[in-house]
């Protein structure tokens, strides 16, 4: 639990309990902002400055001004997990809105972002990583812009709060048949070897964790195919798995009630999660 949220563009650390937000906030009313996600293992940060990197690439895509450099948002996200005492596995939630302003869709002038972030304890799942989960498939309603990590996350709520009831752990989204990305997290998918996804184009948020699956990969020479698959071609996979910050690398074993190959996680999955143990620094715990 965070003890000190931050306001960033006031570089002001406060208790959460002092934090009052104003209502006339253009997140709140447009949704008019971007944020990110950030993981933490035993108190660090994990692909900090990757993170930091997409939030300047997002804010400026919508022409919001951030009030740093991406120097001194680093330093302060560092000073964060220190004032929280942060020694565990968490993650830093962070958002940046075009400021507080009186109700109007235009920008409103000199009015500085609004910024904050702040703690959360995040134990890795590791029952879902061992066995791997289940998924559904919706369509993807969204805009033509989703590489911006922005706000607007209503499609995605709607398919994570559907894939839920359905028992399931995540919603893979596709468009005209190809398969782009989960609701919250990107999807791949194993074939005689070969690892292919969507490319990182508009229409898929360019995840931190796929940057480093894509390394992985080279480091185990697996080919690495940037092309989209097919609803269609799920049925026939051998392995199918996702990434993102909060999910790290998990198997997919289950999509619509049918089972991904033999319905366990597979050997690529596998060697691509102890890529991404040791990249991580994850220090495993013996209970
Ligand atoms: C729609 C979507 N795609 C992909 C990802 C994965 O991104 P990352 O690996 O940077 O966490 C996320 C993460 O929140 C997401 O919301």
Redesign the pocket.
């Known amino acids: 639990m965070s003890v000190y949220p931050i306001i960033l563009s006031q570089t002001m650390f406060t208790h959460r309990d002092n934090l009052h937000y104003p209502f006339e906030e253009r997140g709140l009313q447009f949704g008019d902002g971007v944020y990110e996600?950030i993981r933490i293992y035993n108190g660090s940060y994990y692909l900090l400055q990757e993170?930091v990197d997409?939030l300047f690439r997002s804010a400026e895509a919508i022409k919001l001004v951030l009030p740093f450099s991406k120097n001194e948002i680093t330093n302060l996200l560092l000073d964060l997990l220190e004032r929280n005492n942060m020694s565990e596995d968490g993650k830093v939630y962070l958002q940046s809105t075009r400021g507080s302003a009186p109700r109007d869709h235009t920008f409103p002038k000199n009015v500085e972002a609004n910024v904050y972030a702040y703690v959360q304890d995040l134990p890795r799942n590791k029952k879902n990583l061992e066995n791997g989960v289940s998924a559904i498939t919706r369509h993807d309603s969204r805009w033509d812009y989703?590489y911006i990590?922005s706000l607007n996350l209503l499609p995605?709520v709607l398919a994570k709060q559907e894939a839920k009831e359905n028992g399931s752990f995540e919603a893979i989204f596709h468009k005209d048949g190809l398969v782009t990305?989960?609701?919250?997290?990107?999807v791949y998918l194993v074939k005689d070897g070969e690892i292919h996804t969507h490319p990182a184009s508009n229409g898929?948020?360019h995840?931190?964790?796929?940057m480093r699956v894509e390394q992985f990969s080279a480091d185990l020479s697996l080919p690495f195919v940037e092309n989209s698959f097919s609803v269609d071609d799920i049925a026939d996979a051998d392995e199918l798995f996702l990434?993102?910050?909060?999910a790290e690398v998990m198997p997919i074993v289950s999509v619509d009630g049918t089972k991904i190959g033999n319905g366990q996680p597979g050997k690529i999955t596998r060697q691509l999660q102890e890529a991404y143990e040791k990249d991580a620094n994850i220090i495993r715990h013996t209970v």
């Not at 990305?181 to 990107?186: A, R």
């Not at 995840?207 to 796929?210: H, N, S, Y």
């Open positions: 996600v993170h997409r989703c990590k995605n990305e989960c609701s919250s997290s990107n898929i948020l995840g931190c964790v796929r990434s993102s910050s909060t």
